[in-house]
């Protein structure tokens, strides 16, 4: 692939959320049961019982924004369309969580997901860096976490082609990296601890500078006493 490329589709990506001209709005993607309610809890702090990686977004997150859950959306990509995915948002200070499961359109173009939370006013409170949003392809939200997940988009503003991982281990710690499926090499990111407000849900965030379009392992390394852990996501950026 080369780099007029993958210039080509960041700027398309960035055109569809951040450039629609007036008048056009991103389609809703509505929820797999809508008559239900929406899942959501908003209370004491809790321990996170997510998985290290608790989210993957697109964008380095601006502290000055309040975060929108209305807002919330992802490129819809030919390879998406018809499919299942479990959307959970999870807020630093393990006060609140939500989890639900939404039936991907099959029009390509920007989606933002149905959320209608009666926790919009606390949310406003929150800056997006703050908050964590995990994508999970899964026909089920209890499925098993060795799913394919896909970066969300938290923000209007995804001009930039940076894609940022929010993991639940000290940044001190961690060593994180995209390997392109059926190779050996590796993208590098950089990993900064998250604002210390309480930091129950996630601790880190790890950002990738341009990444290539591509199906990767997402391969994040856990530095223990005087050994490592590894944990290997599957990730797509296509």
């Known amino acids: 692939m080369t780099t007029s490329t993958v210039v080509l589709r960041v700027t398309l990506a960035g055109a569809l959320f951040a450039g629609l001209a007036p008048g056009i709005r991103a389609q809703l993607i509505s ?4 008559r239900t309610d929406y899942v959501e809890t908003f209370g004491d702090p809790k321990v996170s019982a997510l998985s290290l990686l608790d989210g993957l977004a697109w964008g380095p997150p601006k502290t000055s924004l309040p975060f929108k859950p209305d807002q919330v959306g992802i490129l819809l990509t030919p390879a998406l369309q018809n499919l299942k995915a479990c959307v959970e948002i999870s807020s630093q200070d393990g006060r609140y969580f939500a989890q639900n499961l939404y039936q991907l359109p099959n029009r ?3 989606g933002t997901f149905d959320a209608p939370s009666k926790h919009v006013k606390e949310l406003h409170n929150y800056p997006v ?3 964590a949003v995990s994508i999970r392809l899964v026909d089920d939200c209890n499925s098993a976490d060795r799913s394919l997940r896909v970066p969300a ?3 209007p503003d995804v001009s930039s082609p940076a894609l940022v991982a929010y993991l639940n281990a000290d940044a001190q710690h961690l060593t994180v990296s995209l390997r392109k499926k ?15 407000r309480n930091n129950i849900s996630f601790s880190s965030s790890c950002t990738f ?4 379009p591509d199906d990767y392992d997402l391969v994040v390394e856990v530095q223990e006493g005087f050994s490592s852990r590894k944990s290997v996501f599957k990730v797509s950026l296509r």
């Open 108 to 110: 390509p173009g920007a």
């Open 31 to 34: 929820r797999v049961n809508p």
């Open 209 to 212: 500078t341009n990444p290539p």
């Open 153 to 155: 988009r938290i923000t």
């Open 182 to 196: 059926g190779t050996s090499e590796l993208i590098g990111s950089i990993c900064e601890s998250t604002p210390e």
């Open 129 to 131: 860096v703050e908050m």
